[in-house]
């Protein structure tokens, strides 16, 4: 299992960036998806994060100008990202609980992050 993440770049301040996160591999079933976040000498941070019943949670700093979504026939998740600020450049990665298919069995659920994209922006 692997996950891909895509769509980071630079942008003004007051622009607007969608991340995505696509998942391949065996996988019988992705549970919460999130999007966390990192700047260097600084501790990686939940941006926002939505289970597999559809259920959204933000950071409070990113409240009302992120929103994350997930098109799970596609396996594919989303950070729209919306009125961007300095303060949000960071690398950004994406999270997963997946369970996969292992041989004849799935397993139980592990975490598996993306690589990594880097959001820019600037003032």
């Known amino acids: 299992v692997q996950l891909q993440a895509s769509g980071g770049g630079l942008v003004q301040a007051g622009g607007s960036l969608r991340l995505s996160c696509v998942a391949s591999?065996?996988?019988?079933?992705?549970?919460?998806v999130a999007w966390h976040r990192q700047v260097p000498g600084k501790e990686r941070e939940l941006v926002a994060e939505i289970s597999g019943a559809g259920n959204p949670h933000y950071a409070d700093s990113v409240k009302g100008r992120f929103a994350v979504s997930r098109d799970d026939a596609k396996k594919t998740f989303y950070l729209q990202m919306n009125n961007l600020e300095p303060e949000d450049t960071a690398v950004y990665y994406c999270?997963?609980?997946?369970?996969?298919?292992?041989?004849?069995?799935?397993?139980?659920?592990?975490?598996?992050w993306g690589q990594g994209t880097q959001v820019t922006v600037s003032s």
């Open positions: 999270f997963a609980d997946i369970r996969a298919i292992v041989g004849d069995y799935v397993d139980p659920g592990l975490d598996y």
């Open positions: 591999g065996d996988i019988f079933n992705i549970g919460t």
